[in-house]
């Protein structure tokens, strides 16, 4: 199975990170297509763990040829103190390449990111303060900078002021703040040109020729497809394709390539930041998955959102990217918990929903509609098998799987690489 692509089937920090470090020993490419350093990616190898930003998970994996597509926005200084953090910690990343196509993100992106946010005030999006929202508008607006650009000073320059014209009225008129140099962005991009040159290729073209080749590659999603620029709760969203698609804009790949779509879903819900978020918990259950769960976002220190799981954006998710797997993760967070209310349609003022509204406001006045599963006291941490699981614990699963759209083919039952309950073969 040569092309396989894994997504967040909720609003991120589903354990994309765990999955594909999972998947790492078995693929000879992976493939990160959209987003930037927003992501947090938390990998627990041994007694080591590691947080990933902007680099694919699948960087930790001996071996595997990592790649940042085309679809992503480049931090250059947040990729080099990466690169420092996991070279100081013997691990080898001289394989990576980035697309010469990727965008850039530089200093005054993340500057309007926290400026647009102040300005928004109730209406902020509650970003990671990245530049990635500016980043990519200017990918749109055509007026981005990209990574082939670092190597010619001259068109360096004429694309920076093309990219500040407009940018320094708002800055200075609207937003009352100094205006951007270009001299100061030019330097500071230019400072990291002779590095990056080696890594950048052109990566559409390496990876369908590892393709023709039978390489095994897997695509990395940032995000998740409730946070995806089209498919996502809008505006509460990041500005990506995080959701299967985007793995073929992102890369350049054919969507004829693709074999295989793993979706990543937690047993129950999170979210950080705002927008509606139907099954999230207020009260003491909220603030006991959150600490059991440990959930604090690994980019920004925010405590996450939590609630029950929501069989309505599992369909969801397995609608619109196809999914063929599901990968569910942290049911040992729900061990001791007495009931375990599943989420599974909404009622918008009186009507049922059983599948996402199309209406934004219906989504967000939907009152979720639970079914509730009794719960179990077993320590799960150990299982390996199904049959290891407590019999409440696998009729969970047996539910979960029943109404979500898609066959469960993996389980996780803690951090730790070896604590899964593997079900179907991911790459066959
Ligand atoms: P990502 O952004 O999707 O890669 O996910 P994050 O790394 O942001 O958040 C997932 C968190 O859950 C990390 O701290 C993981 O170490 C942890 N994790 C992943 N799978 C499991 C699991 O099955 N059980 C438990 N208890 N933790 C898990
Ligand atoms: P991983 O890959 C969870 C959220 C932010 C904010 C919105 C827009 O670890 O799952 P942005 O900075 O992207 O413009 O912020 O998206 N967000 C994430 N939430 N996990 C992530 O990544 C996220 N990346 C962005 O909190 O609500
Ligand atoms: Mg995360």
Same mark, same amino acid.
């Given at each position: 199975?040569?092309?396989?692509?894994?997504?967040?089937?909720?609003?991120?920090?589903?354990?994309?990170?765990?999955?594909?470090?999972?998947?790492?020993?078995?693929?000879?490419?992976?493939?990160?297509?959209?987003?930037?350093?927003?992501?947090?990616?938390?990998?627990?190898?041994?007694?080591?763990?590691?947080?990933?930003?902007?680099?694919?998970?699948?960087?930790?994996?001996?071996?595997?040829?990592?790649?940042?597509?085309?679809?992503?926005?480049?931090?250059?200084?947040?990729?080099?103190?990466?690169?420092?953090?996991?070279?100081?910690?013997?691990?080898?990343?001289?394989?990576?390449?980035?697309?010469?196509?990727?965008?850039?993100?530089?200093?005054?992106?993340?500057?309007?990111?926290?400026?647009? !946010?102040?300005?928004?005030?109730?209406?902020?999006?509650?970003?990671?303060?990245?530049?990635?929202?500016?980043?990519?508008?200017?990918?749109?607006?055509?007026?981005?900078?990209?990574?082939?650009?670092?190597?010619?000073?001259?068109?360096?320059?004429?694309?920076?002021?093309?990219?500040?014209?407009?940018?320094?009225?708002?800055?200075?008129?609207?937003?009352?703040?100094?205006?951007?140099?270009?001299?100061?962005?030019?330097?500071?991009?230019?400072?990291?040109?002779?590095?990056?040159?080696?890594?950048?290729?052109?990566?559409?073209?390496?990876?369908?020729?590892?393709?023709?080749?039978?390489?095994?590659?897997?695509?990395?999603?940032?995000?998740?497809?409730?946070?995806?620029?089209?498919?996502?709760?809008?505006?509460?969203?990041?500005?990506?394709?995080?959701?299967?698609?985007?793995?073929?804009?992102?890369?350049?790949?054919?969507?004829?390539?693709?074999?295989?779509?793993?979706?990543?879903?937690?047993?129950?819900?999170?979210?950080?930041?705002?927008?509606?978020?139907?099954?999230?918990?207020?009260? !003491?259950?909220?603030?006991?998955?959150?600490?059991?769960?440990?959930?604090?976002?690994?980019?920004?220190?925010?405590?996450?959102?939590?609630?029950?799981?929501?069989?309505?954006?599992?369909?969801?998710?397995?609608?619109?990217?196809?999914?063929?797997?599901?990968?569910?993760?942290?049911?040992?967070?729900?061990?001791?918990?007495?009931?375990?209310?599943?989420?599974?349609?909404?009622?918008?003022?009186?009507?049922?929903?059983? !599948?996402?509204?199309?209406?934004?406001?219906?989504?967000?006045?939907?009152?979720?509609?639970?079914?509730?599963?009794?719960?179990?006291? !077993?320590?799960?941490?150990?299982?390996?098998?199904?049959?290891?699981?407590?019999?409440?614990?696998?009729?969970?699963?047996?539910?979960?799987?029943?109404?979500?759209?898609?066959?469960?083919?993996?389980?996780?039952?803690?951090?730790?690489?070896?604590?899964?309950?593997?079900?179907?073969?991911?790459?066959?």
């Amino acid at each position: 199975m040569p092309a396989v692509v894994l997504v967040g089937a909720q609003w991120g920090d589903e354990g994309k990170g765990k999955a594909t470090d999972l998947l790492g020993s078995r693929v000879d490419y992976v493939v990160k297509f959209n987003g930037g350093n927003n992501a947090g990616h938390t990998v627990v190898i041994g007694d080591e763990k590691y947080a990933l930003h902007l680099l694919p998970s699948g960087i930790l994996s001996p071996g595997v040829i990592p790649v940042i597509g085309n679809g992503v926005v480049v931090d250059i200084e947040v990729l080099f103190q990466e690169l420092e953090m996991l070279s100081s910690r013997g691990v080898d990343v001289s394989k990576l390449l980035v697309s010469s196509q990727a965008h850039v993100i530089a200093s005054f992106h993340r500057t309007l990111d926290k400026v647009t !946010e102040r300005f928004l005030g109730q209406r902020r999006i509650g970003t990671t303060g990245r530049g990635i929202g500016p980043s990519y508008a200017d990918k749109i607006n055509r007026v981005g900078i990209r990574i082939a650009d670092l190597f010619d000073p001259k068109i360096l320059r004429a694309k920076i002021e093309g990219s500040l014209d407009q940018k320094n009225h708002l800055l200075v008129k609207v937003y009352n703040r100094r205006a951007v140099e270009v001299d100061a962005v030019l330097e500071e991009l230019l400072a990291y040109a002779d590095r990056l040159r080696p890594m950048v290729a052109n990566t559409p073209l390496v990876l369908n020729n590892a393709l023709d080749e039978g390489k095994t590659l897997l695509f990395e999603a940032g995000q998740a497809t409730m946070l995806d620029i089209d498919h996502g709760t809008y505006p509460f969203v990041t500005s990506s394709s995080a959701t299967a698609g985007g793995a073929v804009i992102g890369s350049g790949i054919g969507p004829t390539r693709i074999d295989s779509v793993i979706g990543v879903i937690k047993a129950y819900t999170t979210r950080v930041g705002e927008g509606p978020f139907p099954t999230e918990l207020f009260d !003491e259950t909220g603030v006991y998955l959150q600490t059991k769960g440990g959930e604090v976002g690994v980019t920004t220190g925010r405590a996450r959102r939590c609630g029950w799981y929501d069989a309505v954006i599992a369909r969801y998710a397995s609608r619109i990217n196809g999914l063929t797997d599901l990968v569910v993760t942290k049911l040992d967070v729900l061990t001791g918990l007495e009931k375990i209310p599943v989420c599974v349609a909404y009622n918008v003022d009186g009507q049922r929903f059983d !599948e996402m509204p199309d209406n934004q406001s219906d989504f967000h006045h939907a009152v979720p509609i639970y079914d509730e599963l009794p719960g179990w006291e !077993e320590d799960i941490s150990a299982a390996r098998t199904l049959a290891d699981l407590p019999a409440n614990a696998r009729s969970y699963m047996q539910f979960l799987e029943d109404i979500s759209g898609c066959r469960i083919s993996a389980i996780g039952v803690g951090p730790a690489r070896n604590e899964i309950i593997p079900i179907h073969n991911l790459l066959s």
